[in-house]
């Protein structure tokens, strides 16, 4: 059982962090996990669990009272019509980009979207009155208890109201943890050393705490937010409405609601809706949306068209291919939507670390405040001063948000270079890979291949051979097959398939088929030379270079078409930019014949490459070369086994193919492997960021430590360092995602 509900208002990593683990021992869940971008909780169980969002309520208020937990609509039957499973990218796509949410169970409110967008700005506009007002009448009462001689109590009494304006829900907030067994979290450190001040007659401190505090979590949330809706602007690139002709008028209409087979226009300025084939028209795309190339593609009739891109001239007609949930475009987006999902071994260590860091603090602080004035008979006041400083620096915020917000800001940059990763753990594994190895055809070549030549034997023509080629290949809608299929249609003549029947292909050598000829059926076989030799085959071996395919008809030799295939322009400058960012080996793996992979090996500088290999065999290699971490790069069709294999499995050419989505960890949306050096040059600035955000927070707050207990650094200076290093961090950790 999978249920998802949506968690409104929940912005903050530290306390989705604490809400996932929490939910997490519940004994019904297998798995529960955040996803901060989309602001949900999916829970997986093998059975039904009772009053289960009462219990995630529960949970969830214990740490954001502000929170909403709603029902996802996905989970109502009506919601689903029989086109479109992901219905859940139609609603929840508008609710968290702030568009009209519209659902047909009607469990979200009417406009939702609009509202829940509101409510953040309502709710930052209520915090920033309640700053600004409490920082007013703080100010005020320190010039008032300056300038008038009151009593201490009146001094007091003054200080307690900005107090209570600034800090009233943090108190209550850790009073309700403590009720509840929960002590060591922010909100505890903050009251306790707060009112600990208030005690040692500290009050303009006493309130500096808790004042600078909430300027530190107003600032930080509004990173996160801020953050958030800059990968949310990157992706809101899907239109929802689509142009169709009705009644010779042309009308628009929600996207969601055409079909596979309708025709839609698209005119020139308006981004394509929906992917499909273009059936009248011809103009230029703007694709940076999905490819991150700033070069405009031509189009066509006949040609795909996908959707994310932008019509830059003339009016197209295409047909659509696919409904708007299993769109292009929807994909990229859930992608990149989910990849917070999966997160990165620093993350998961650094909530962990926040769970264990606070109580010590909070012990070392108490031992800090008792044990020098009771064991060497030193001032409480100046001790107990010392210990509130030490807590008031040590709030573990800066490390706990600003590091999902640097993975956040990776994969986000990422993606404007055309590079999907599917979860920052895999963002991450890309700095430990030390081998990267390439599936050859499209990937490292163009994969579009073409008849080169054609050699009959004797009594043949070159018509004839391609001809029996074409019928075999009929079958298949590989590029080799097409490749043959297409010669054959150049010359003006058309196929009879129904001649062919009996298909069979032979793993590694190629294919076998019935051919009826003048009453007679008679056998086929198409493929290499392998295929030849086991059926003793009387054929001369070639030694051009290229795809060669021999043909025999009922035992006689037919003759051999040579094919060949492009390497890609970029292919070379990838396999060097690799090298040059710490890739100690790279492999090419081919079916090919040796000779066809050594000239493209030795063109693009390859360390090791292996040819003629069965499918199986690919996996075998990667399993010997895995001694290193290890990322495969390949089409994402044929090579699902070893994409799942290797550490980091890499689709090219991802867009529009559906297997290559599913079974890679990271997509490249074009067809250039130099984007994989991008891909790894992003990781390796995060990884950086992330390191210096974890070393700049600990450290300072270390010094810090060190500096209050020793009497040096004091309540003003604890309060800056702590906030300080907290934005310090957020804003390192944004600078990624103007990478």
């Known amino acids: 059982m999978n249920k998802v509900f949506i968690l409104k208002g929940l912005d903050c990593p530290n306390c989705s962090a604490k809400i996932e683990n929490d939910v997490n021992k519940l004994n019904e869940v297998s798995v529960a996990t955040i996803n901060l971008m989309k602001q949900s909780i999916t ?395 390439f599936d050859k055809t499209g990937t490292l070549t163009k994969g579009v291949f073409r008849v080169n030549e054609i050699l009959p034997a004797k009594d043949m023509t070159s018509e004839e051979v391609i001809e029996y080629a074409a019928l075999a290949e009929s079958f298949s809608n590989h590029p080799i097959a097409i490749s043959i299929i297409n010669e054959f249609e150049s010359l003006g003549k058309s196929l009879e398939v129904s001649k062919a029947s009996d298909y069979k292909e032979i793993a590694g050598k190629g294919i076998s088929v019935k051919v009826s000829e003048s009453g007679k059926t008679r056998d086929l076989l198409v493929g290499n030379e392998k295929l030849m030799s086991e059926n003793n085959i009387d054929f001369m071996p070639s030694e051009l270079v290229g795809t060669k395919i021999y043909l025999a008809l009922d035992g006689k030799y037919l003759g051999l078409i040579l094919i060949s295939d492009e390497i890609k322009e970029d292919a070379k400058a990838a396999v060097l930019g690799l090298k040059e960012m710490g890739i100690e080996k790279c492999v090419m793996l081919t079916g090919d014949e040796n000779k066809i992979a050594n000239y493209v090996a030795n063109e693009i500088d390859m360390d090791e490459y292996h040819a003629e290999l069965l499918p199986g065999d690919k996996v075998d290699i990667v399993e010997k070369l895995s001694e290193n971490a290890l990322a495969f790069v390949g089409d994402g069709i044929n090579d699902a086994p070893v994409l799942a294999r290797a550490d980091v499995g890499i689709a090219m050419g991802g867009v529009g193919s559906d297997a290559a989505i599913e079974a890679a960890d990271i997509v490249i949306m074009t067809d250039e492997p130099s984007k994989i050096v991008d891909a790894i040059d992003v990781a390796k600035s995060t990884r950086r960021i992330v390191v210096e955000n974890i070393v700049l927070a600990l450290g300072v707050k270390f010094a810090f430590i060190v500096l209050g207990s020793v009497g040096i650094a004091g309540m003003w200076s604890a309060v800056f360092g702590d906030v300080g290093v907290a934005l310090l961090a957020c804003l390192n950790s944004m600078r990624l995602l103007r990478k």
């Open 43 to 437: 829970i997986e169980s093998n059975e039904e669990i009772k009053d289960l969002k009462e219990r995630l309520e529960k949970i969830v208020h214990r740490y954001e009272p502000d929170v909403d937990v709603l029902d996802d609509c996905c989970e109502h039957d009506d919601c689903h019509d029989h086109d479109h499973e992901h219905h859940y990218d139609d609603c929840h796509e508008e609710h968290h980009f702030g568009e009209h949410l519209e659902c047909s169970c009607g469990c979200h409110d009417h406009e939702h979207g609009h509202e829940h967008h509101h409510d953040e700005k309502n709710e930052f506009k209520s915090m920033l009155t309640r700053l600004i007002t409490g920082a007013a009448i703080y100010v005020a009462v320190i010039i008032a208890t300056h300038l008038l001689n009151l009593p201490w109590y009146a001094d007091l009494i003054a200080f307690i109201i900005p107090y209570v304006i600034l800090g009233y829900d943090v108190v209550l907030h850790a009073l309700k943890n403590i009720v509840r067994g929960r002590v060591f979290d922010e909100q505890f450190l903050m009251s306790l050393s707060s009112i600990a001040a208030f005690f040692i007659g500290e009050y303009p401190e006493a309130v500096a705490v808790m004042l600078f505090y909430q300027i530190g979590e107003f600032l930080q949330d509004m990173a996160v937010d801020h953050s958030r809706r800059n990968i949310a602007s990157l992706m809101d690139i899907r239109p929802d409405s689509a142009n169709i002709y009705k009644d010779g008028e042309m009308v628009s209409v929600a996207a969601k609601s055409v079909k596979v087979g309708d025709i839609i226009a698209v005119k020139p300025g308006e981004r394509i809706p929906l992917d499909g084939l273009v059936v009248k028209g011809d103009s230029m795309l703007d694709m940076r949306a999905l490819t991150g190339e700033s070069v405009p593609k031509r189009i066509r009739t006949g040609e795909t068209a996908l959707s994310g891109s932008i019509n830059e001239t003339g009016l197209l007609e295409i047909k659509v291919t696919k409904v708007f949930g299993e769109s292009t475009v929807s994909k990229i987006i859930d992608m990149v939507e989910n990849a917070s999902a999966r997160k990165a071994k620093t993350e998961n260590f650094v909530t962990k670390f926040a769970r264990y860091y606070t109580p010590i603090v909070v012990i070392l602080a108490l031992c800090l405040a008792l044990l020098p004035p009771l064991l060497l008979g030193l001032s409480w006041s100046d001790w107990i001063t010392r210990a509130i400083v030490c807590l008031v620096v040590s709030c573990p915020c800066a490390v706990v948000i600003s590091v999902p917000l640097a993975f956040f800001g990776g994969i986000g940059a990422a993606s404007k270079r055309g590079v999907l990763v599917k979860g920052s753990n895999y963002l991450e594994a890309l700095n430990s890979i030390k081998t990267v190895v």
